[in-house]
C-alpha cells in the first residue's frame, strides 16, 4: 500500500531505518532518554547519492569508524552493513534523485548521569535526506559570506551530533542573507559553520590543516585529487585573516554544495568577485567524478 502524505503532517512521507526496522519517517520514534537526544552523544556522517550512486562511500564509512571511536561507541555496523541499509533507503527511493544518505549512532539508552555507561546498544538511524543542488545562477555569480571568530569547541575533528556551536555560527550568516560564516581562531582560518573553506593565490589551492580543529570534509580527498589531476598545486598550512582577505579566490567545499565560489565576505569582493578560473576547472572535474562514481 503507497504511503499517503499527510497535510497536517510536517514530515515527509518517506521511509527510514531505525534499530534494524525500515518505516516510515513520521512513525519512527526514540526514547527521551537517548543520550543523542539528552547530551547530543552520538556522532552522524552525511553521503551524497547521485543517481542512486553512492559517493565516496568508503571514506565517509572510515571517518565514521575515526569518530565513534573518539567518543569510545562501538560501530554497530561493518561497511558491508551500513550498504545494506543504504540499499534499502536507496530502492525505496527515486533512482534519479540526489540525495544525502544521512547515518546517525548515538550511545543509546539510559538514565541521565554524564558519565559514559557501558553495555548500551547503541541507537541506529539512517535517513535519505532531498538534496537540492547549487543553481547555475548562483554558481555563475558566487556567494557572499561573512566572518566570525570561531567559538565553537576543541573537538571539531568529531562529526558530532552536538551542533549548537554550527547552528549559532550558520545563524550568524542567515541572519544578513548570507551563504556561509567563515571562522578564525587566534586569527587563523578554520572552517565555516558547515562547510570547509579553500584560499586559491597565484593558482594555488590551500587548505586549513586539518587538526583536531578543523573536520576533515569528504572533499579534502576530492579535491586533492582533483587538483593532482589538473596540476593544481595543493597545500595545507596555517591561513592567516589577511591571506583570505588577499585571496584571488575563495571556496567552500560540502556534500550539498561541493565546491562553490565565494564572491564577497563581509561586504568586500574576494579578487574580482566574480567565481575564478581554479573554481571553474575543479567544478568541471567534479561533476566528472559524480559521473564516474567514487563509491
Request: charged share 20%; net charge neutral; proline share 6%.
Amino acid at each position: 500500500m503507497p504511503i499517503v502524505a499527510d497535510p497536517f503532517d510536517p514530515l515527509p512521507a518517506t521511509l527510514c531505518h531505525l534499530d534494524g526496522a525500515l518505516l516510515p519517517l513520521r512513525e519512527a520514534k526514540v526514547s527521551v532518554l537517548d543520550r543523542g537526544f539528552i547530551f547530543g552523544d552520538g556522532v552522524y556522517e552525511v553521503v551524497p547519492v547521485y543517481a542512486g550512486r553512492l559517493f565516496g562511500f568508503d571514506a565517509h564509512m572510515a571517518r565514521l569508524d575515526r569518530s565513534l571511536a573518539e567518543v569510545r561507541i562501538p560501530n554497530p555496523h561493518t561497511a558491508r552493513g551500513w550498504r545494506a541499509i543504504a540499499e534499502q533507503l536507496l530502492n525505496a527511493a527515486e533512482p534519479a534523485a540526489q540525495h544525502g544518505l544521512y547515518l546517525q549512532v548515538t550511545r543509546g539508552v539510559a538514565m541521565r548521569e554524564h558519565t559514559m555507561p557501558s553495555g548500551l546498544r547503541p541507537t541506529v538511524f539512517a535517513m535519505l535526506n532531498p538534496m537540492k543542488p547549487v543553481s547555475e545562477a548562483v554558481r555563475a555569480q558566487g556567494v557572499a559570506c561573512v566572518s566570525a571568530e570561531d567559538f565553537r569547541w576543541k573537538k571539531a575533528h568529531i562529526k558530532s551530533t552536538s551542533l549548537l556551536g554550527a547552528v549559532l555560527s550558520r545563524q550568524i550568516s542567515a541572519d544578513v542573507g548570507a551563504t556561509e560564516t567563515v571562522m578564525f581562531r587566534d586569527g587563523f582560518l578554520s572552517e565555516a559553520s558547515a562547510s570547509n573553506v579553500w584560499v586559491v593565490k597565484d593558482g594555488q589551492l590551500a587548505g586549513a590543516t586539518p587538526d583536531e580543529l578543523v573536520l576533515r570534509g569528504i572533499r579534502y580527498g576530492v579535491i586533492e585529487q582533483l587538483c593532482m589531476d589538473a596540476g593544481i598545486g595543493f597545500t595545507l598550512r596555517g591561513i592567516t585573516r589577511d591571506e583570505v582577505s588577499a585571496a584571488d579566490e575563495l571556496l567552500l567545499s560540502s556534500a550539498s554544495k561541493e565546491v562553490l565560489p565565494v564572491a564577497t565576505l563581509d561586504g568586500q569582493p574576494i579578487g574580482n568577485g566574480r567565481p575564478g578560473p581554479i573554481y571553474e576547472r575543479l567544478y568541471a572535474l567534479y561533476q566528472q567524478a559524480k559521473q564516474k562514481g567514487r563509491d
